[in-house]
């Protein structure tokens, strides 16, 4: 399995913490902090929990790809159920239907043990385009 990680800019200006990935499972974190991720409300912003979902359910899906297949979101459909405050946030996310072309992937994020977000997504799965 490729590596997986918080090789991006984006990742790591947020905080993506990678827990655990194999066999078309993800788990990722971040630990909430209020001067870093709040709106004006005072809440976590929802792109947060949304960034986090997207990253985790792309981390399950690369993990039952081939090194020479990527993918990308297409659509997620995503649910807040309740306020996300300070502390760790944990993403489980798990591949439901792989396909030639396009994966459906759910998601389910915790906070302090309670579901406080869901999400389930479409992700085309493509060629990696070739290096030289």
Known sequence: MRPFAQEF??????GLQMVERRDGRCTMAIDVERER????????????????ADTAM???LSSVLGDDQWC????????YHVRVGEG??????EVLHRGKRVANID?????????????NGNF??????ATG
């Open 58 to 60: 792309g981390g399950a």
């Open 107 to 119: 998601a389910r994020l915790y906070q302090d043990g309670r579901l406080v977000s869901s999400a």
């Open 124 to 129: 085309a799965i493509f060629a990696a385009p």
């Open 72 to 79: 990308a979101t297409m659509e997620i459909k995503f649910n």
């Open 88 to 93: 760790r946030l944990t993403c489980e996310a």
């Open 37 to 52: 991720h709040f709106n004006p409300q005072g809440a976590a912003h929802g792109g947060v929990a949304y960034s986090l």
């Open 9 to 14: 800019e984006f990742a790591r200006a947020l």
